[in-house]
């Protein structure tokens, strides 16, 4: 299984830009990721002072994949098999995920990192040195 933006080919940038100022429906599944993508981030920055939790994120990703999977059953939840893996064209596997049964918990914590405020100065730190080396 393979992300829904694997599968399209997105639009330009000017048509982007002019379909979200004309509030014009999405016509495509590309079209569709850019106004879920642009939806997602409005009610994000709604939230920007709750915790982030499991269900929050869930909650981003049943809205950023509406309308776009092949299993409209798979938005907004985590994967509920190992039946997953990344391969390039030749089938040589890239990245084979961890076991769906952890995902909750390694959800929880990444949360509790995330929610964590003496983790500020360590993420800001390593975001500045990512940026920086680029």
Known sequence: MHPASWKVQPPTRRV???ML???????TPGERMIVNNYLTMKEVRTLKTEDLSPELILKFH??????TLDDPGDEGRFRNNDDTCVVDGSGTVL?????????PGYMR???????????FTLLFSLILTIVLHM
Do not use: S, V, W
Request: with cysteine; charged share 30%.
């Open 16 to 18: 982007a830009k002019q």
């Open 21 to 27: 100022r004309e509030q014009r429906k999405p016509r």
């Open 62 to 67: 049943a809205m950023i994949t509406a309308g």
């Open 95 to 103: 990245h084979t995920p961890p076991p769906y049964k952890d995902i």
């Open 109 to 119: 914590e990444l949360c509790g990192f995330a929610n964590a405020k003496q983790n």
